[in-house]
C-alpha cells in the first residue's frame, strides 16, 4: 500500500485536460495511487451553469457531480501510471447506479470520494461518492479507459 499525497492545482492542470468553466476538481486531497482519492469543488454562485439551473434556485446539474467523480477518477489514473508516461486520453465509458441523494447548491464544498473497484489492462472501474458536509449527494459506479 502506497502513502497517500495531496495534488494542488498547478499538477491537475498536468493530469486532466480540462480547464474553466469544465474542470470541476479544485484540489486532490489524498490520492494512494492504484487505490483510492479524494478530491474537492468549491462551488460558487459565479459558476456559468447557475445562470440556468436554475435562476432563481441554482442547483449544480447532477451530471456535473457524475462529471466530477470522473474527472476525480482519471486524475487517479493518470497518477498511477506506473512508467510515467501520460495516455494521450482518458475516456470516461459507463455509469451504473447512479443515485442522487440531496442538492449540491452555491457555497457548498463538494468531496468526490472514488476507489478503484477493478482494473483490467488499459480500463478501470471505480465507485464513487460525491459528499457535501459528510452527506451523500451522489452516487455511482463509473469506468473509465485510458488510450496511449
Same mark, same amino acid.
Given at each position: 500500500?502506497?502513502?497517500?499525497?495531496?495534488?494542488?492545482?498547478?499538477?491537475?492542470?498536468?493530469?486532466?485536460?480540462?480547464?474553466?468553466?469544465?474542470?470541476?476538481?479544485? @484540489?486532490?486531497?489524498?490520492?494512494?495511487?492504484?487505490? %483510492? #482519492?479524494?478530491?474537492? *469543488?468549491?462551488?460558487?454562485?459565479?459558476? $456559468?451553469?447557475?445562470?440556468?439551473?436554475?435562476?432563481?434556485?441554482?442547483?449544480?446539474?447532477?451530471?456535473?457531480?457524475?462529471?466530477?467523480?470522473?474527472?476525480?477518477?482519471?486524475?487517479?489514473?493518470?497518477?498511477?501510471?506506473?512508467?510515467? @508516461?501520460?495516455?494521450?486520453?482518458?475516456?470516461?465509458? %459507463? #455509469?451504473?447506479?447512479? *443515485?442522487?441523494?440531496?442538492?449540491?447548491? $452555491?457555497?457548498?464544498?463538494?468531496?468526490?470520494?472514488?476507489?478503484?473497484?477493478?482494473?483490467?489492462?488499459?480500463?478501470?472501474?471505480?465507485?464513487?461518492?460525491?459528499?457535501v458536509d459528510g452527506k451523500?449527494?451522489?452516487?455511482?459506479?463509473?469506468?473509465?479507459?485510458?488510450?496511449?
Amino acid at each position: 500500500m502506497s502513502t497517500p499525497i495531496a495534488i494542488d492545482i498547478n499538477k491537475i492542470l498536468t493530469l486532466l485536460p480540462h480547464r474553466y468553466p469544465f474542470l470541476l476538481v479544485d @484540489r486532490v486531497l489524498e490520492i494512494t495511487p492504484r487505490e %483510492t #482519492i479524494t478530491a474537492l *469543488k468549491n462551488v460558487t454562485m459565479n459558476e $456559468p451553469q447557475f445562470t440556468g439551473h436554475f435562476p432563481e434556485h441554482p442547483v449544480m446539474p447532477g451530471v456535473m457531480l457524475i462529471e466530477g467523480m470522473a474527472q476525480t477518477a482519471g486524475a487517479l489514473c493518470v497518477a498511477s501510471m506506473q512508467d510515467g @508516461r501520460k495516455p494521450k486520453v482518458v475516456y470516461f465509458m %459507463t #455509469i451504473d447506479n447512479a *443515485k442522487f441523494r440531496k442538492p449540491v447548491v $452555491p457555497g457548498d464544498v463538494v468531496e468526490y470520494h472514488l476507489t478503484k473497484m477493478k482494473q483490467r489492462a488499459n480500463m478501470w472501474w471505480f465507485k464513487g461518492e460525491a459528499k457535501v458536509d459528510g452527506k451523500i449527494a451522489c452516487e455511482a459506479e463509473i469506468s473509465a479507459m485510458l488510450v496511449s
